[in-house]
């Protein structure tokens, strides 16, 4: 680091805000909220999602609740544009969502956006243009009167274009970027010339997004910044105040919550705070943090593995285990003095008074969790490190999940027999639990036959002691096999599979490869592993060990064989 840094960075001034109102005041209702993990949070993926992915994003944030939705820059590349169009064309937006569009203020691209959007029945139009000191004059080269025009000059291009359209209802968005690097009286004269060239109005308002575009301050002077515009910008019933923080500094919630408290109606974000750099303000934090205080957000977050599987899925980045609130190992309890507090909450936590559990900031069944498998005393410290002993003894690398739930295996056996356990003892209890399991479904062999849409598979097994073959279709042998078992009366679900190579040999002989398979069946979800050289085989091992592992009753597959 610079020896000196006062040498070579200028703390930011603050504003002249003496009368300040936001620290006193209380969130009593959640904002607008706007996603843009499909173009800010898209843009800045290694490997952009593709056609498919949007699509499955796009319908996982309507489930959530989002009702509005950047969902392409258009004019950037054909990839979003043909995206826009099969949204509209093949009538993919809910009536009550609004997709947003990104371009910047240059009328080549505002007329190829304003195509892309052409039949929907509402868009949010946002238009933008850096207008800080620095990019007036080291980028654009350019005075405040052009910078100014060239905003200007746009809203009136889209509001021409717009008149066009009458089917589609054009609402205007305008972002002066790098806003908080901005003088506050600029941001209000661009912002107050875009609302009046667009007529805003209360019943025809024009959203005014400030975005912190880079982070360059503390949160306290983004309120309050968003204060001084909520107190000053022209035309303020007619105006939805929008945030957009970024998380250059860290502190993109606290950004958010103190804007909202300074004046906002809205914030844009990402789920889990995708982004450029270190990403947009993580609108689940945000969310979930009013959920708290005793809030609801208006979004639906109650099966946080689902989300996150999706979105790890989608952009091919892992949550990290320590995210708040949906982090695999945010409930777990590590410290044996935590686990202890953790136990005696839940010992005098009545259900319906408030959630008062100690270290556990939100009860974990609201987001989908399970407090057997999460909530528990975890092995993994103290005795030994199970997940480390499997890997650098026996090569077996388990899922973060699968760590958590066979920690409670381990510790339920240390329990009982009350000693240390060695790397043997936890291969032996891992085998025993997954591998070895065999009742009441003892998988034999299978055959697999491929078909024009798919695969179709034979299993044979034994039921209760009683041999049966069990035949199915799917579009893989993952599927065919759930299906085969489905036609017996066993419904299951894979949540989630993996499959690793073994890193090292082991007392399963030839196996080279296990499977990982999360089995949802009856209410119950639950781990199976295979262990075999094929890799199909060692599936198929995996979904018949997560079945009989959720307790599939003997009657019902007695009277299915």
């Not at 003892?442 to 024009?452: G, I, N, T, V």
Request: net charge negative.
């Amino acid at each position: 680091m610079h020896a000196q840094p006062s040498q070579k960075y200028r703390p930011f001034p603050p504003v002249n805000l003496a009368d300040r109102q936001w620290p006193d005041a209380v969130i009593s209702q959640p904002p607008v909220w706007m996603s843009t993990d499909l173009r800010d949070g898209n843009q800045s993926l290694f490997e952009p999602m593709d056609a498919g992915k949007k699509m499955r994003m796009f319908k996982m944030l309507c489930q959530i609740g989002f009702k509005e939705i950047e969902v392409a820059f258009p004019a950037a590349s054909q990839t979003d544009f043909n995206f826009v169009r099969t949204l509209i064309e093949g009538n993919h937006i809910p009536a009550d969502v609004t997709i947003e569009v990104l371009t910047q203020a240059r009328e080549p691209l505002i007329r190829r956006t304003m195509a892309s959007v052409r039949g929907a029945r509402r868009v949010i139009v946002h238009i933008y243009n850096a207008i800080s000191p620095t990019f007036r004059d080291v980028v654009f080269n350019m005075s405040k009167d052009e910078v100014k025009a060239m905003a200007v000059e746009s809203v009136k291009l889209v509001k021409a274009m717009a008149a066009e359209m009458p089917e589609t209802e054009v609402i205007m968005q305008y972002s002066p970027e790098t806003f908080t690097a901005t003088e506050l009286e600029f941001a209000k004269e661009v912002c107050d010339a875009v609302t009046e060239a667009w007529d805003a109005t209360p019943a025809r308002k024009v959203i005014i997004n400030c975005p912190a575009t880079v982070e360059v301050a503390t949160p306290n002077i983004y309120a309050d910044q968003i204060e001084w515009m909520h107190r000053n910008l022209a035309r303020r019933d007619s105006v939805i105040l929008s945030l957009h923080p970024h998380n250059d500094r860290g502190t993109a919630v606290a950004a958010a919550e103190f804007g909202v408290m300074a004046g906002a109606d809205r914030v844009e974000g990402c789920l889990f705070g995708h982004g450029e750099r270190t990403g947009n303000v993580d609108l689940v934090t945000v969310a979930l943090n009013m959920y708290t205080q005793g809030m609801h957000p208006g979004l639906d977050f109650s099966d946080m593995n689902a989300v996150g599987r999706t979105v790890e899925e989608c952009t091919q980045i892992d949550i990290h285990p320590r995210h708040p609130y949906a982090g695999d190992l945010v409930f777990t309890a590590f410290s044996g003095s935590h686990q202890d507090a953790i136990k005696k909450g839940f010992a005098v936590q009545q259900e319906d008074a408030h959630w008062n559990v100690p270290y556990l900031p939100i009860d974990p069944k609201d987001l989908g969790r399970n407090y057997d498998s999460i909530i528990r005393v975890n092995s993994q410290s103290g005795k030994g490190g199970v997940a480390y002993l499997m890997e650098s003894q026996y090569g077996v690398v388990m899922p973060r999940r699968l760590q958590v739930e066979f920690s409670g295996v381990v510790q339920q056996y240390t329990d009982a027999h009350g000693s240390e356990v060695t790397a043997a003892d936890i291969w032996q209890l891992f085998n025993r639990t997954y591998i070895e399991s065999a009742s009441p479904l003892r998988f034999h062999d299978y055959q697999l036959q491929s078909q024009e849409d798919g695969q179709a598979i034979r299993i044979s097994v034994d039921i209760n002691g009683v041999p049966a073959v069990l035949g199915g279709q799917g579009n893989g042998p993952v599927d065919a096999a759930i299906q085969a078992l489905q036609g017996m009366g066993i419904y299951a679900q894979v949540r989630s599979f993996e499959e690793r190579s073994v890193g090292a040999s082991t007392s399963a002989g030839e196996a080279t490869a296990c499977a990982f398979v999360e089995v949802v069946c009856q209410d119950k979800v639950c781990y199976g592993v295979g262990m075999h050289a094929n890799i199909v085989t060692a599936s198929i091992q995996a979904i018949i060990s997560g079945v009989n592992r959720c307790g599939v009753a003997p009657a019902v597959m007695a009277k299915s064989a």
